[in-house]
């Protein structure tokens, strides 16, 4: 049996965010929650929505922006039912995204350490990665439940570099939002900026390289 090759320059570990990266499943929540806006008499643009794409509802609200905007209270549970069910349909049937396996076998094939670290909830994250077949494909996963601030802060990121035992220098984010650049820069890592419908337009600054899928990555560049 051949030895795997040893990874150039370093390269000990990368580290994928969840949504809009390994599935997209912001693009979904984002005409969710629009055609719920619209149901009220109220344009959700895409600028706004984008607030929270990658961390959670404290720098916008959907629920809160939409009762002020109308003016009146609204049953959140029954939104947050309405959107899941919005969410379901325009989700259709879930898939990965081009590249994301290329990258995980590519990855193991140079014996990479692969951490996960996402904004979203462990449930959340673990039952998409076990329906998709690549939960075991992870060294580590940190989410939401592990850390007392989430995106842009690092803590996601820093958490996961300690558990993957690799230094800030070693390491390779692999991200879609503003969000989550900012929270890898922080922490003193390389980022690759792979933008999704959602995020495509928006303003990255201080990324490391910017591609239009995961399947134009070759490791070896790195």
């Known amino acids: 049996m051949k030895a795997k090759p040893e990874s150039p320059f370093g390269l000990k570990a990368i580290i994928f965010d969840f949504d809009g990266l390994i599935m997209d499943t912001e693009t979904p929540w984002y005409y969710a929650f629009k055609d719920i806006y619209q149901e009220h008499g109220v344009e959700l643009s895409l600028e706004l929505w984008c ?41 259709g049937e879930a898939k990965l995204l081009p590249g994301v396996l290329h990258l995980l076998e590519a990855a193991k094939s140079r014996s990479l350490r692969i ?78 900026i792979v933008p999704n419908d959602v995020t495509r337009n928006l303003e990255f600054i201080a990324h490391d390289l910017r591609v239009a ?7 070896g560049a790195f």
């Open 115 to 192: 951490g996960l670290a996402s904004s979203s909830t462990r449930a959340w994250v673990h039952k998409y990665l076990k329906e998709q077949g690549i939960f075991s494909y992870f060294d580590v996963i940190h989410t939401a439940d592990d850390v007392k601030r989430v995106k842009p802060d690092p803590e996601l990121y820093t958490l996961t570099l300690e558990k993957l035992g690799v230094a800030a220098g070693e390491a390779l984010v692999f991200e879609d939002s503003p969000n989550g650049l900012k929270a890898a820069k922080a922490a003193g890592i390389r980022c690759v």
């Open 51 to 91: 607030k929270n794409v990658g961390t959670t509802f404290d720098e916008f609200n959907p629920y809160v922006y939409l009762e002020t905007s109308i003016q009146k209270p609204l049953d959140h549970e029954f939104i947050k039912q309405l959107s899941h069910e919005k969410y379901t349909v325009y989700l």
């Open 213 to 219: 899928s995961l399947d134009e990555i070759d490791l």
